[in-house]
Nanobody, 118 residues
């Protein structure tokens, strides 16, 4: 059974920084894409950033230049460094791992709350 465990959320003042981590446990290998999504109250879940096994990245326009996604394939872990946080970044952040081995497997973390407020 595969589980994704997130950590690093919390309360931070505007302009502050947080680093999220998401580690996979269980029988999961060769994770094609690792990503972070977020969902604010009353809004749909949206892509924040994602990174391929080879290191290619893409970001939502709203976080470009402020957030950085990275991954450690050996540790089956993805990170999201969030700098210059704004109140509009407040949301529940979810990690997502996509594995393609004959069929597509889509795994989600349980979510971690990020609140940006003074």
């Amino acid at each position: 059974q595969v589980q994704l465990v997130e950590s690093g959320g919390g309360l931070v003042q505007p302009g502050g920084s947080l680093r999220l981590s998401c580690a996979a446990s269980g029988s999961i290998f060769s994770i094609n894409v690792m990503g972070w999504y977020r969902q604010a109250p009353g809004k749909q879940r949206e892509l924040v950033a994602r990174i391929t096994y080879g290191g290619s990245t893409n970001y939502a326009d709203s976080v470009k230049g402020r957030f950085t996604i990275s991954r450690d394939n050996a540790k089956k872990t993805v990170y999201l460094q969030m700098n210059s946080l704004k109140p509009e970044d407040t949301a529940v952040y979810y990690c997502n791992f996509v594995v393609v081995t004959g069929r597509l497997y889509n795994y989600w973390g349980q979510g971690t709350q990020v609140t940006v407020s003074s």
